[in-house]
């Protein structure tokens, strides 16, 4: 069992599309992380949340602590978006990822 | 926040050899993370490296197959040892920062 689920696995959508990437976890945490990982194989921290919502550019994720479960939404998609989006949840000083969601932007 | 240099950024190895991954951060950490992803997997983490105290190991990864140094506050290298084709993967290294995760730009390694 994977503390950290994530869906879907892989997503394909064209350019313009609003995008939403889910998230749920059965861990206790004090920290939920959203990362992405270009092709190259590098990592960089999208956003990170103990409640509520943030926004940075066209890029928005919220959590709800008391489900369990966040997201992440990409408005107006492009295909520079195309990456692979991984949830990371901390509990103390252990960190639990997802397996990511493959995101495909086409033109 | 930390930016971080990882070298090789990719390496072809030939089974039985042992390869050694570097990281340099720009500012002092206590800990830094290393971790494998392997192929459609997640990140695991293999061990937790603190300057001046040997690193603490994950279950399922030992110091003779992945032997870390941290010889300060800023560096940190794995190595590979005796590589089979089962440790093909990419190899990042990771710090902690007040609100992020900082990732070197990973190490993708092919044992042949």
């Known amino acids: 069992k994977n503390e950290v689920e994530q869906s879907p696995q892989n997503l394909t959508a064209q350019e313009g599309e609003f995008i939403t990437i889910n998230c749920s976890y059965s861990v206790g945490i004090s920290a939920l992380h959203w990362l992405q990982q270009h092709p190259g194989g590098g990592i960089v921290s999208l956003f990170m949340l103990s409640s509520g919502k943030k926004k940075h550019g066209r890029l928005i994720a919220t959590i709800n602590i008391q489900e369990k479960h966040s997201s992440l939404h990409i408005t107006a998609s492009h295909p520079r978006d195309s990456a692979v989006y991984i949830c990371?949840?901390?509990?103390?000083?252990?960190?639990?990822f997802g397996t990511g969601t493959s995101l495909t932007v086409i033109p | 926040s930390a930016v971080i240099s990882q070298k090789p950024s990719r390496d072809i190895c030939q089974r039985g050899t042992s390869l050694t991954i570097q990281c340099q951060v720009d500012?002092?950490?206590?800990?830094m993370f290393w971790y494998r992803q392997q192929p459609g997997q997640s990140l695991t983490l293999i061990a937790t490296a603190n300057q001046g105290s040997e690193a603490t190991y994950e279950s399922g990864f030992v110091i003779d197959k992945f032997p870390i140094s941290r010889p300060n506050l800023t560096f940190s290298t794995l190595t590979v040892s005796n590589m089979s084709p089962e440790d093909s993967s990419i190899y990042l290294c990771?710090?902690?920062?007040?609100?992020?995760?900082?990732f070197g730009e990973g190490s993708r390694l092919t044992v042949l």
């Open positions: 990371a949840v901390r509990t103390g000083n252990q960190f639990y």
């Open positions: 990771s710090v902690d920062g007040p609100g992020e995760l900082f």
């Open positions: 500012s002092q950490v206590t800990m």
